[in-house]
Protein backbone atom coordinates (compact mmCIF):
# COMPACT_ATOMS: atom_id res chain seq x y z
CA UNK A 1 0.00 0.00 0.00
CA UNK A 2 1.21 3.15 -0.52
CA UNK A 3 0.19 6.70 1.02
CA UNK A 4 1.79 9.97 -0.83
CA UNK A 5 -0.49 12.47 1.34
CA UNK A 6 0.24 14.50 4.58
CA UNK A 7 2.12 17.35 3.69
CA UNK A 8 5.28 19.21 5.55
CA UNK A 9 6.18 22.41 6.45
CA UNK A 10 9.19 24.89 5.80
CA UNK A 11 10.65 27.34 7.93
CA UNK A 12 12.86 29.30 5.45
CA UNK A 13 9.73 31.49 4.03
CA UNK A 14 7.48 33.60 5.92
CA UNK A 15 4.03 31.74 5.31
CA UNK A 16 2.27 32.85 8.36
CA UNK A 17 1.19 35.68 6.45
CA UNK A 18 -1.12 33.15 4.32
CA UNK A 19 -2.11 31.59 6.92
CA UNK A 20 -2.86 34.44 9.23
CA UNK A 21 -5.06 36.28 6.00
CA UNK A 22 -7.16 32.59 5.85
CA UNK A 23 -7.86 33.09 8.95
CA UNK A 24 -11.90 33.55 9.77
CA UNK A 25 -11.85 33.86 5.57
CA UNK A 26 -11.38 30.01 4.59
CA UNK A 27 -15.10 28.53 5.28
CA UNK A 28 -16.64 31.52 3.27
CA UNK A 29 -14.07 30.73 0.49
CA UNK A 30 -15.04 27.36 0.46
CA UNK A 31 -18.76 27.99 0.06
CA UNK A 32 -18.09 30.37 -2.72
CA UNK A 33 -15.98 28.36 -5.04
CA UNK A 34 -18.71 25.88 -4.54
CA UNK A 35 -21.44 27.99 -5.59
CA UNK A 36 -19.36 28.71 -8.29
CA UNK A 37 -19.46 32.65 -7.61
CA UNK A 38 -16.30 34.54 -6.00
CA UNK A 39 -17.77 37.58 -4.43
CA UNK A 40 -15.09 37.85 -1.77
CA UNK A 41 -12.04 39.64 -1.93
CA UNK A 42 -9.29 36.96 -1.21
CA UNK A 43 -7.94 35.74 -4.59
CA UNK A 44 -3.93 36.87 -3.71
CA UNK A 45 -3.32 34.57 -0.31
CA UNK A 46 -5.66 31.55 -1.72
CA UNK A 47 -4.78 31.70 -5.38
CA UNK A 48 -0.60 33.25 -4.62
CA UNK A 49 1.27 33.91 -7.83
CA UNK A 50 4.72 34.54 -8.92
CA UNK A 51 6.32 37.73 -7.58
CA UNK A 52 6.15 41.02 -10.65
CA UNK A 53 2.40 40.12 -11.70
CA UNK A 54 0.72 42.60 -9.39
CA UNK A 55 1.31 46.26 -8.69
CA UNK A 56 -0.87 46.55 -6.08
CA UNK A 57 0.95 46.63 -2.24
CA UNK A 58 -1.70 43.72 -1.21
CA UNK A 59 -0.52 41.35 -4.75
CA UNK A 60 3.25 42.57 -3.81
CA UNK A 61 3.10 41.16 -0.28
CA UNK A 62 1.38 38.02 -1.20
CA UNK A 63 3.56 37.24 -4.07
CA UNK A 64 5.54 34.08 -4.34
CA UNK A 65 9.33 35.18 -4.16
CA UNK A 66 10.99 31.92 -5.85
CA UNK A 67 9.88 28.64 -6.89
CA UNK A 68 11.47 27.26 -4.07
CA UNK A 69 8.63 29.61 -1.86
CA UNK A 70 6.10 27.93 -3.65
CA UNK A 71 7.34 24.35 -2.69
CA UNK A 72 7.14 25.22 0.72
CA UNK A 73 3.93 27.29 0.31
CA UNK A 74 2.41 23.61 -1.25
CA UNK A 75 4.45 21.55 1.45
CA UNK A 76 2.53 23.28 4.04
CA UNK A 77 0.27 21.35 6.29
CA UNK A 78 -2.01 23.35 6.18
CA UNK A 79 -1.55 25.80 3.03
CA UNK A 80 -1.09 23.25 0.38
CA UNK A 81 -3.69 21.15 1.66
CA UNK A 82 -6.22 23.84 1.19
CA UNK A 83 -4.66 24.75 -2.18
CA UNK A 84 -5.41 21.13 -2.93
CA UNK A 85 -8.88 21.59 -1.71
CA UNK A 86 -9.73 24.82 -3.44
CA UNK A 87 -8.63 23.63 -7.08
CA UNK A 88 -10.45 19.83 -6.89
CA UNK A 89 -13.79 22.31 -5.91
CA UNK A 90 -13.55 24.18 -9.13
CA UNK A 91 -12.07 21.65 -11.05
CA UNK A 92 -15.30 19.35 -10.61
CA UNK A 93 -17.61 22.23 -11.29
CA UNK A 94 -19.71 21.33 -13.94
CA UNK A 95 -20.38 23.80 -16.92
CA UNK A 96 -18.62 26.33 -15.52
CA UNK A 97 -15.83 28.19 -16.69
CA UNK A 98 -13.28 29.82 -14.53
CA UNK A 99 -14.02 33.41 -16.41
CA UNK A 100 -17.44 32.55 -14.77
CA UNK A 101 -16.31 31.61 -11.24
CA UNK A 102 -13.94 34.63 -10.56
CA UNK A 103 -14.36 37.09 -13.10
CA UNK A 104 -11.61 37.94 -16.25
CA UNK A 105 -9.09 39.33 -14.02
CA UNK A 106 -8.96 36.89 -10.85
CA UNK A 107 -9.35 34.20 -13.43
CA UNK A 108 -5.79 35.35 -15.08
CA UNK A 109 -4.63 35.40 -11.49
CA UNK A 110 -5.98 31.79 -11.04
CA UNK A 111 -4.40 30.55 -14.08
CA UNK A 112 -1.24 31.79 -13.18
CA UNK A 113 -0.98 30.28 -9.99
CA UNK A 114 -1.86 27.40 -11.24
CA UNK A 115 1.24 27.38 -13.93
CA UNK A 116 3.52 28.34 -10.71
CA UNK A 117 2.53 25.26 -8.58
CA UNK A 118 1.77 23.01 -11.44
CA UNK A 119 6.05 23.68 -12.07
CA UNK A 120 6.71 23.00 -8.43
CA UNK A 121 4.56 19.88 -7.39
CA UNK A 122 5.47 16.28 -7.49
CA UNK A 123 3.36 14.45 -10.09
CA UNK A 124 2.26 11.57 -8.08
CA UNK A 125 0.65 9.63 -10.34
CA UNK A 126 3.96 9.15 -12.55
CA UNK A 127 5.60 8.61 -9.21
CA UNK A 128 3.62 5.57 -8.67
CA UNK A 129 3.84 4.28 -12.15
CA UNK A 130 7.62 4.39 -11.12
CA UNK A 131 6.80 2.98 -8.30
CA UNK A 132 5.40 -0.07 -9.96
CA UNK A 133 7.87 -0.33 -13.06
CA UNK A 134 10.68 -0.47 -10.30
CA UNK A 135 9.00 -3.11 -7.90
CA UNK A 136 7.83 -5.39 -11.05
CA UNK A 137 11.44 -5.03 -12.85
CA UNK A 138 12.87 -6.56 -9.73
CA UNK A 139 11.25 -9.85 -10.28
CA UNK A 140 11.53 -12.82 -7.26
CA UNK A 141 8.62 -12.79 -5.18
CA UNK A 142 7.59 -9.36 -6.63
CA UNK A 143 7.05 -10.08 -9.99
CA UNK A 144 3.39 -10.97 -9.22
CA UNK A 145 2.55 -9.40 -6.37
CA UNK A 146 -0.65 -7.60 -5.09
CA UNK A 147 0.39 -3.61 -5.62
CA UNK A 148 -2.57 -1.43 -3.40
CA UNK A 149 -2.78 2.71 -3.88
CA UNK A 150 -4.34 4.49 -1.75
CA UNK A 151 -4.74 8.04 -3.27
CA UNK A 152 -4.74 11.15 -0.73
CA UNK A 153 -8.26 12.07 -1.05
CA UNK A 154 -7.25 15.27 -1.54
CA UNK A 155 -4.70 14.69 -4.26
CA UNK A 156 -7.29 11.65 -5.78
CA UNK A 157 -7.85 13.89 -8.95
CA UNK A 158 -4.75 13.50 -10.41
CA UNK A 159 -5.42 9.90 -10.21
CA UNK A 160 -8.62 9.60 -12.28
CA UNK A 161 -6.69 9.06 -15.05
CA UNK A 162 -4.30 6.62 -14.03
CA UNK A 163 -3.71 3.38 -15.99
CA UNK A 164 -1.35 0.92 -15.03
CA UNK A 165 -1.76 -2.52 -17.61
CA UNK A 166 -1.10 -4.69 -14.45
CA UNK A 167 -3.91 -7.04 -12.87
CA UNK A 168 -2.13 -7.12 -10.17
CA UNK A 169 -2.47 -3.71 -9.42
CA UNK A 170 -5.15 -1.73 -8.18
CA UNK A 171 -6.20 1.91 -7.30
CA UNK A 172 -8.47 2.25 -4.49
CA UNK A 173 -10.85 4.36 -3.50
CA UNK A 174 -10.53 5.94 -6.96
CA UNK A 175 -11.83 8.49 -5.49
CA UNK A 176 -10.15 9.20 -2.49
CA UNK A 177 -11.50 9.04 0.97
CA UNK A 178 -11.37 10.07 4.37
CA UNK A 179 -11.02 7.85 6.76
CA UNK A 180 -12.55 9.04 9.49
CA UNK A 181 -15.93 6.89 10.55
CA UNK A 182 -17.55 3.61 9.54
CA UNK A 183 -16.62 2.14 6.41
CA UNK A 184 -14.29 4.58 4.96
CA UNK A 185 -12.31 4.03 8.47
CA UNK A 186 -12.95 0.16 7.94
CA UNK A 187 -11.28 -0.02 5.00
CA UNK A 188 -8.35 1.97 5.58
CA UNK A 189 -7.74 -0.46 8.67
CA UNK A 190 -8.19 -3.42 6.34
CA UNK A 191 -5.64 -1.62 3.29
CA UNK A 192 -3.35 -1.74 6.36
CA UNK A 193 -3.97 -4.87 7.86
CA UNK A 194 -4.20 -7.49 5.29
CA UNK A 195 -0.95 -5.97 3.81
CA UNK A 196 2.77 -7.71 3.89
CA UNK A 197 4.22 -4.03 3.89
CA UNK A 198 3.37 -0.05 4.10
CA UNK A 199 4.88 1.94 1.63
CA UNK A 200 4.53 6.31 2.05
CA UNK A 201 6.48 8.98 1.17
CA UNK A 202 5.36 10.53 4.39
CA UNK A 203 1.89 10.18 5.55
CA UNK A 204 -0.02 9.01 9.02
CA UNK A 205 -0.41 5.24 7.67
CA UNK A 206 3.07 5.17 8.48
CA UNK A 207 2.59 5.06 12.25
CA UNK A 208 -0.94 3.23 11.77
CA UNK A 209 0.88 0.40 10.25
CA UNK A 210 3.96 0.31 12.82
CA UNK A 211 0.84 -0.16 15.41
CA UNK A 212 -0.59 -2.86 13.24
CA UNK A 213 2.79 -4.65 13.52
CA UNK A 214 3.81 -3.91 9.44
CA UNK A 215 6.64 -3.13 8.59
CA UNK A 216 6.86 0.31 6.68
CA UNK A 217 9.26 1.54 3.82
CA UNK A 218 9.77 4.77 2.09
CA UNK A 219 11.86 6.11 -0.72
CA UNK A 220 13.95 9.31 -0.24
CA UNK A 221 13.07 11.26 -3.70
CA UNK A 222 14.29 14.53 -4.04
CA UNK A 223 11.37 15.17 -5.78
CA UNK A 224 9.65 14.84 -2.27
CA UNK A 225 12.48 16.48 -0.66
CA UNK A 226 10.20 19.66 1.17
CA UNK A 227 7.57 16.94 2.25
CA UNK A 228 10.47 14.48 3.78
CA UNK A 229 13.60 16.22 5.31
CA UNK A 230 11.61 19.79 4.97
CA UNK A 231 8.94 18.66 7.93
CA UNK A 232 9.88 18.11 11.68
CA UNK A 233 8.10 14.91 12.33
CA UNK A 234 9.34 13.30 9.55
CA UNK A 235 12.74 13.09 11.43
CA UNK A 236 10.89 11.40 14.21
CA UNK A 237 10.27 8.66 11.86
CA UNK A 238 12.97 7.95 10.59
CA UNK A 239 15.48 8.50 13.06
CA UNK A 240 18.15 6.28 13.03
CA UNK A 241 17.71 5.57 16.94
CA UNK A 242 14.07 5.04 17.80
CA UNK A 243 12.49 5.41 14.30
CA UNK A 244 10.63 2.62 12.33
CA UNK A 245 11.40 3.45 8.30
CA UNK A 246 12.77 1.37 6.36
CA UNK A 247 14.40 4.43 3.80
CA UNK A 248 15.93 3.30 0.79
CA UNK A 249 18.26 6.37 -1.63
CA UNK A 250 16.78 4.65 -4.96
CA UNK A 251 13.69 2.71 -6.40
CA UNK A 252 15.90 -0.26 -6.93
CA UNK A 253 17.02 -0.55 -3.06
CA UNK A 254 13.49 0.24 -2.01
CA UNK A 255 12.53 -3.05 -4.36
CA UNK A 256 15.29 -5.05 -2.33
CA UNK A 257 13.99 -3.73 1.15
CA UNK A 258 10.59 -5.24 0.03
CA UNK A 259 11.39 -7.77 -1.47
CA UNK A 260 13.30 -8.91 1.79
CA UNK A 261 9.44 -7.90 3.61
CA UNK A 262 7.54 -10.32 1.19
CA UNK A 263 9.67 -13.10 1.87
CA UNK A 264 9.55 -12.74 5.52
CA UNK A 265 13.26 -11.28 6.68
CA UNK A 266 12.71 -7.91 7.59
CA UNK A 267 12.98 -7.79 11.43
CA UNK A 268 10.27 -6.72 13.40
CA UNK A 269 11.96 -4.70 16.28
CA UNK A 270 12.18 -1.51 14.66
CA UNK A 271 8.00 -0.57 15.20
CA UNK A 272 8.34 -1.93 18.52
CA UNK A 273 10.81 0.89 19.70
CA UNK A 274 9.30 3.60 17.79
CA UNK A 275 5.59 2.70 19.36
CA UNK A 276 7.44 2.53 23.05
CA UNK A 277 9.26 5.75 22.40
CA UNK A 278 6.92 7.97 20.30
CA UNK A 279 3.67 6.17 20.47
CA UNK A 280 3.26 4.93 23.83
CA UNK A 281 6.32 6.39 25.99
CA UNK A 282 4.43 4.91 29.01
CA UNK A 283 4.08 1.77 27.87
CA UNK A 284 1.94 -0.17 25.38
CA UNK A 285 -0.34 -1.55 27.73
CA UNK A 286 -1.28 1.69 29.34
CA UNK A 287 -4.03 3.49 27.57
CA UNK A 288 -3.36 7.18 26.69
CA UNK A 289 -7.52 7.90 27.39
CA UNK A 290 -6.17 6.75 31.27
CA UNK A 291 -3.34 8.70 31.40
CA UNK A 292 -5.17 11.68 30.07
CA UNK A 293 -8.21 11.30 32.77
CA UNK A 294 -5.55 10.95 35.62
CA UNK A 295 -3.61 14.24 34.40
CA UNK A 296 -6.77 16.05 34.82
CA UNK A 297 -7.79 14.64 37.72
CA UNK A 298 -4.60 15.47 39.42
CA UNK A 299 -4.53 19.02 38.26
CA UNK A 300 -8.39 19.46 39.61
CA UNK A 301 -7.39 18.69 42.88
CA UNK A 302 -4.19 21.16 43.54
CA UNK A 303 -7.41 23.43 44.18
CA UNK A 304 -6.78 26.92 42.67
CA UNK A 305 -3.65 28.84 42.03
CA UNK A 306 -2.61 31.88 44.06
CA UNK A 307 -2.56 34.84 41.83
CA UNK A 308 0.95 36.25 40.98
CA UNK A 309 0.38 39.26 42.74
CA UNK A 310 3.73 40.81 41.59
CA UNK A 311 5.04 44.67 43.11
CA UNK A 312 2.74 46.45 45.04
CA UNK A 313 2.25 49.17 42.74
CA UNK A 314 1.48 46.70 39.60
CA UNK A 315 -2.20 47.25 39.53
CA UNK A 316 -1.83 51.13 39.57
CA UNK A 317 0.50 50.57 36.75
CA UNK A 318 -1.73 47.99 34.85
CA UNK A 319 -4.66 50.73 35.10
CA UNK A 320 -2.85 53.35 33.74
CA UNK A 321 -1.33 51.53 30.84
CA UNK A 322 -4.82 49.69 30.01
CA UNK A 323 -6.09 52.56 27.72
CA UNK A 324 -2.71 52.61 25.78
CA UNK A 325 -2.58 48.22 25.63
CA UNK A 326 -6.34 48.57 24.42
CA UNK A 327 -5.16 50.98 21.45
CA UNK A 328 -1.92 49.26 21.01
CA UNK A 329 -3.84 45.66 20.34
CA UNK A 330 -7.18 47.45 17.88
CA UNK A 331 -4.29 48.58 15.88
CA UNK A 332 -2.03 45.25 15.44
CA UNK A 333 -5.98 44.34 14.34
CA UNK A 334 -6.07 47.26 11.83
CA UNK A 335 -2.75 46.19 10.54
CA UNK A 336 -3.46 42.43 10.09
CA UNK A 337 -6.65 43.75 8.11
CA UNK A 338 -4.99 45.88 6.10
CA UNK A 339 -2.17 42.86 4.86
CA UNK A 340 -4.82 40.85 4.55
CA UNK A 341 -6.04 42.97 1.71
CA UNK A 342 -9.41 44.01 3.33
CA UNK A 343 -11.62 41.70 3.10
CA UNK A 344 -14.91 42.96 3.52
CA UNK A 345 -16.12 40.31 6.16
CA UNK A 346 -13.04 41.07 8.03
CA UNK A 347 -13.58 44.81 8.14
CA UNK A 348 -16.92 45.03 8.69
CA UNK A 349 -16.46 42.72 12.29
CA UNK A 350 -13.13 45.67 12.73
CA UNK A 351 -15.43 48.59 12.52
CA UNK A 352 -18.06 46.75 15.05
CA UNK A 353 -15.03 45.49 17.21
CA UNK A 354 -14.02 49.27 17.60
CA UNK A 355 -16.93 50.12 19.47
CA UNK A 356 -16.87 47.31 21.56
CA UNK A 357 -13.28 48.65 22.59
CA UNK A 358 -14.42 51.96 23.57
CA UNK A 359 -13.74 52.08 27.38
CA UNK A 360 -16.95 52.31 29.50
CA UNK A 361 -16.13 56.03 29.80
CA UNK A 362 -16.77 56.80 26.30
CA UNK A 363 -20.17 56.53 24.43
CA UNK A 364 -20.79 54.64 21.17
CA UNK A 365 -22.90 55.57 18.50
CA UNK A 366 -23.97 54.31 14.65
CA UNK A 367 -25.04 57.20 12.63
CA UNK A 368 -27.99 57.69 10.44
CA UNK A 369 -28.05 55.58 7.34
CA UNK A 370 -28.31 57.96 4.58
CA UNK A 371 -28.97 55.74 1.55
CA UNK A 372 -32.13 53.92 0.28
CA UNK A 373 -34.78 52.63 2.57
CA UNK A 374 -34.53 49.19 0.55
CA UNK A 375 -30.81 48.96 1.70
CA UNK A 376 -31.51 50.39 5.15
CA UNK A 377 -33.44 47.38 5.75
CA UNK A 378 -31.47 44.67 4.07
CA UNK A 379 -27.46 45.83 5.10
CA UNK A 380 -27.47 48.43 7.32
CA UNK A 381 -30.64 47.29 10.58
CA UNK A 382 -29.48 43.44 9.96
CA UNK A 383 -25.81 44.39 10.27
CA UNK A 384 -26.31 46.74 13.69
CA UNK A 385 -28.13 42.65 14.80
CA UNK A 386 -25.52 41.61 14.22
CA UNK A 387 -23.02 42.89 15.93
CA UNK A 388 -25.62 43.40 18.72
CA UNK A 389 -25.46 39.91 18.66
CA UNK A 390 -22.06 38.99 17.68
CA UNK A 391 -20.23 41.32 20.58
CA UNK A 392 -22.86 41.76 23.52
CA UNK A 393 -20.38 43.94 25.46
CA UNK A 394 -22.02 46.53 22.77
CA UNK A 395 -25.95 45.59 23.88
CA UNK A 396 -27.38 48.32 26.25
CA UNK A 397 -24.52 50.73 25.06
CA UNK A 398 -25.07 51.53 21.20
CA UNK A 399 -26.79 54.60 20.13
CA UNK A 400 -28.44 54.31 16.46
CA UNK A 401 -29.70 57.44 14.98
CA UNK A 402 -32.78 56.87 12.25
CA UNK A 403 -34.61 59.25 10.82
CA UNK A 404 -38.23 59.67 11.99
CA UNK A 405 -40.51 57.51 9.85
CA UNK A 406 -37.53 54.44 10.07
CA UNK A 407 -37.53 54.57 14.05
CA UNK A 408 -40.20 51.43 14.12
CA UNK A 409 -37.66 49.26 12.01
CA UNK A 410 -35.09 49.52 14.70
CA UNK A 411 -37.83 48.24 17.57
CA UNK A 412 -35.96 45.44 18.35
CA UNK A 413 -32.46 46.20 18.53
CA UNK A 414 -30.61 46.41 22.44
CA UNK A 415 -29.76 49.69 21.44
CA UNK A 416 -31.22 53.02 22.44
CA UNK A 417 -32.82 54.74 18.63
CA UNK A 418 -31.92 58.56 18.75
CA UNK A 419 -34.49 60.01 16.26
CA UNK A 420 -32.54 62.33 13.94
CA UNK A 421 -34.32 65.15 11.70
CA UNK A 422 -32.57 65.91 8.48
CA UNK A 423 -29.00 67.51 8.95
CA UNK A 424 -28.40 66.41 12.28
CA UNK A 425 -26.08 64.04 13.26
CA UNK A 426 -26.26 61.24 15.91
CA UNK A 427 -22.93 62.73 17.76
CA UNK A 428 -24.35 66.63 18.43
CA UNK A 429 -27.62 64.77 19.51
CA UNK A 430 -25.53 62.86 21.92
CA UNK A 431 -24.26 65.99 23.17
CA UNK A 432 -21.22 63.61 24.77
CA UNK A 433 -17.84 64.64 24.21
CA UNK A 434 -16.19 61.78 23.58
CA UNK A 435 -18.22 59.51 20.60
CA UNK A 436 -17.17 56.81 19.07
CA UNK A 437 -18.83 56.78 15.49
CA UNK A 438 -19.57 53.87 13.39
CA UNK A 439 -19.97 55.13 9.82
CA UNK A 440 -22.89 53.51 7.75
CA UNK A 441 -20.49 53.70 4.82
CA UNK A 442 -18.45 50.56 5.71
CA UNK A 443 -21.90 49.02 5.04
CA UNK A 444 -22.96 50.53 2.25
CA UNK A 445 -19.54 50.10 0.44
CA UNK A 446 -19.61 46.63 1.14
CA UNK A 447 -23.54 46.12 0.24
CA UNK A 448 -22.47 43.84 -3.25
CA UNK A 449 -20.65 41.32 -0.91
CA UNK A 450 -23.13 41.55 1.86
CA UNK A 451 -25.89 40.79 -1.06
CA UNK A 452 -24.51 37.37 -2.00
CA UNK A 453 -23.80 36.01 1.30
CA UNK A 454 -26.03 32.81 2.87
CA UNK A 455 -28.14 34.89 5.47
CA UNK A 456 -28.75 31.37 7.81
CA UNK A 457 -24.86 30.65 7.29
CA UNK A 458 -23.35 30.22 11.04
CA UNK A 459 -23.04 33.34 13.16
CA UNK A 460 -19.34 33.59 12.24
CA UNK A 461 -19.59 33.04 8.51
CA UNK A 462 -22.02 36.02 8.04
CA UNK A 463 -22.40 39.60 8.62
CA UNK A 464 -26.17 39.88 8.84
CA UNK A 465 -28.90 39.02 11.34
CA UNK A 466 -32.18 39.13 9.97
CA UNK A 467 -35.99 39.65 12.04
CA UNK A 468 -39.13 39.54 11.55
CA UNK A 469 -40.99 42.44 11.71
CA UNK A 470 -44.49 42.33 13.76
CA UNK A 471 -47.25 41.37 11.99
CA UNK A 472 -50.46 39.74 12.76
CA UNK A 473 -50.69 35.74 13.08
CA UNK A 474 -53.59 35.92 10.49
CA UNK A 475 -53.69 38.14 7.61
CA UNK A 476 -56.38 39.93 6.36
CA UNK A 477 -57.78 39.14 2.66
CA UNK A 478 -56.92 42.28 0.67
CA UNK A 479 -53.13 42.96 -1.11
CA UNK A 480 -51.26 45.97 -0.54
CA UNK A 481 -50.59 47.75 -3.75
CA UNK A 482 -48.78 51.02 -4.66
CA UNK A 483 -50.38 51.74 -8.55
CA UNK A 484 -46.88 49.97 -10.46
CA UNK A 485 -49.35 47.24 -11.49
CA UNK A 486 -53.07 47.76 -12.67
CA UNK A 487 -55.57 47.48 -9.86
CA UNK A 488 -56.34 43.95 -9.71
CA UNK A 489 -59.84 42.99 -8.90
CA UNK A 490 -59.36 41.48 -6.00
CA UNK A 491 -59.84 42.80 -2.88
CA UNK A 492 -56.81 45.98 -2.47
CA UNK A 493 -55.80 48.56 -0.62
CA UNK A 494 -53.83 51.55 -1.86
CA UNK A 495 -51.10 52.80 -0.07
CA UNK A 496 -50.24 56.40 -1.65
CA UNK A 497 -50.36 58.61 0.45
CA UNK A 498 -49.55 57.21 3.74
CA UNK A 499 -46.42 57.65 6.40
CA UNK A 500 -44.12 55.13 6.52
CA UNK A 501 -45.57 53.59 9.78
CA UNK A 502 -48.97 53.62 8.33
CA UNK A 503 -47.95 51.63 5.00
CA UNK A 504 -45.92 49.14 6.94
CA UNK A 505 -48.91 48.36 9.42
CA UNK A 506 -51.09 47.82 6.05
CA UNK A 507 -48.48 45.66 4.24
CA UNK A 508 -48.29 43.46 7.55
CA UNK A 509 -52.12 43.11 8.17
CA UNK A 510 -52.11 42.02 4.11
CA UNK A 511 -52.44 39.21 2.11
CA UNK A 512 -49.62 40.31 0.39
CA UNK A 513 -47.84 43.56 -1.50
CA UNK A 514 -48.32 43.93 -4.91
CA UNK A 515 -45.77 46.80 -6.54
CA UNK A 516 -42.60 48.43 -6.98
CA UNK A 517 -39.46 46.94 -5.85
CA UNK A 518 -38.23 48.67 -2.71
CA UNK A 519 -38.69 49.33 0.87
CA UNK A 520 -42.51 48.16 0.72
CA UNK A 521 -41.64 45.05 -0.85
CA UNK A 522 -39.00 44.70 2.05
CA UNK A 523 -41.17 45.39 5.01
CA UNK A 524 -44.10 42.67 2.86
CA UNK A 525 -41.15 39.53 2.95
CA UNK A 526 -39.52 40.58 6.78
CA UNK A 527 -43.41 40.55 7.90
CA UNK A 528 -43.99 37.16 6.35
CA UNK A 529 -45.91 38.16 3.16
CA UNK A 530 -45.77 37.34 0.05
CA UNK A 531 -44.60 40.35 -2.32
CA UNK A 532 -44.98 40.22 -6.54
CA UNK A 533 -42.74 43.02 -8.63
CA UNK A 534 -41.73 44.00 -11.57
CA UNK A 535 -38.63 42.75 -12.69
CA UNK A 536 -35.47 44.47 -10.98
CA UNK A 537 -33.40 46.91 -12.39
CA UNK A 538 -30.09 45.33 -13.00
CA UNK A 539 -28.83 48.29 -9.74
CA UNK A 540 -31.25 46.19 -7.87
CA UNK A 541 -30.90 42.57 -8.88
CA UNK A 542 -28.45 41.71 -6.23
CA UNK A 543 -30.39 43.16 -3.43
CA UNK A 544 -33.32 41.23 -4.81
CA UNK A 545 -31.25 38.09 -4.91
CA UNK A 546 -30.85 38.47 -0.92
CA UNK A 547 -34.37 39.26 -0.19
CA UNK A 548 -35.51 36.27 -2.27
CA UNK A 549 -33.29 34.53 0.09
CA UNK A 550 -35.13 35.16 3.18
CA UNK A 551 -37.77 32.21 1.51
CA UNK A 552 -35.92 29.20 3.27
CA UNK A 553 -36.49 31.34 6.94
CA UNK A 554 -39.28 32.46 8.60
CA UNK A 555 -40.17 35.50 5.73
CA UNK A 556 -42.77 35.85 2.79
CA UNK A 557 -41.58 35.43 -0.58
CA UNK A 558 -40.74 37.47 -3.21
CA UNK A 559 -41.17 36.99 -7.10
CA UNK A 560 -40.40 39.15 -9.77
CA UNK A 561 -43.00 39.26 -13.18
CA UNK A 562 -43.54 41.87 -16.09
CA UNK A 563 -45.10 44.80 -15.42
CA UNK A 564 -47.29 44.14 -18.27
CA UNK A 565 -48.46 40.48 -16.44
CA UNK A 566 -52.06 39.98 -17.50
CA UNK A 567 -52.38 38.02 -14.13
CA UNK A 568 -49.45 39.18 -11.38
CA UNK A 569 -52.20 38.38 -8.77
CA UNK A 570 -51.96 34.49 -9.08
CA UNK A 571 -48.69 34.81 -7.72
CA UNK A 572 -49.48 35.45 -4.59
CA UNK A 573 -49.58 32.63 -1.96
CA UNK A 574 -53.11 31.69 -0.92
CA UNK A 575 -56.66 31.67 -1.27
CA UNK A 576 -58.75 33.90 -4.17
CA UNK A 577 -59.03 36.93 -2.62
CA UNK A 578 -62.43 38.90 -2.40
CA UNK A 579 -63.19 41.32 -5.52
CA UNK A 580 -62.91 45.26 -4.73
CA UNK A 581 -60.86 47.93 -3.44
CA UNK A 582 -61.15 49.85 -0.71
Known amino acids: MTGIGDRGTSGRFDLDRFVTAQEGVYAGVLDELRRGRKTGHWIWFIFPQIAGLGRSDVSRFYSIASLDEARAYLAHPVLGVRLIECTT ?22 RSSMTLFHRVAPDEPAFVRRWVEAVRAHGGSLAGAGLLVRPHPLAATGFRDLRIDDPQVAIWPGHGEFPLAGEA ?5 DSIFHSTAVVGINTSAQIEAAIVGRPVFTILDPEYADTQAGTLHFRY ?7 HLHAAATLEEHAAQLQRAVDGEVPGDLNERFLRRFVRPFGLDVRATERAVDAIEALGSRGPLQPERGPAAGPVVRLALEPLARRAAAERRRQKQARSGLEPAAELKAAARRLAEAGPETAIAAERWAGSETQELLYWIPFLRWALLAMPELRGRLAVGAGPEAVHWYGDLDARIVALEDGEDVRTVLGTPEVVVLDPDVVERHSPTLSATDPFARLHDRRLQFAPLPAPGTAERFVAVD ?7 AEH ?7 GVTRGEVIARSAGFLGSFGADACVAVLAGRPAV ?7 DAADFGLLARLAQGPYGSVRAVSPDDPDPLALLAGDPLPVGAT
Not at 185 to 189: E, G, V
Not at 483 to 489: D, E, H, I, Q, R
Not at 493 to 499: F, I, N, V, Y
Open 89 to 110: IVAGLQETTATEVFGDLDAMKV
Open 533 to 539: VPEPASE
Open 493 to 499: RSLAGLD
Open 185 to 189: RQNYF
Open 483 to 489: GTFPAPA
Open 237 to 243: LADGEFG
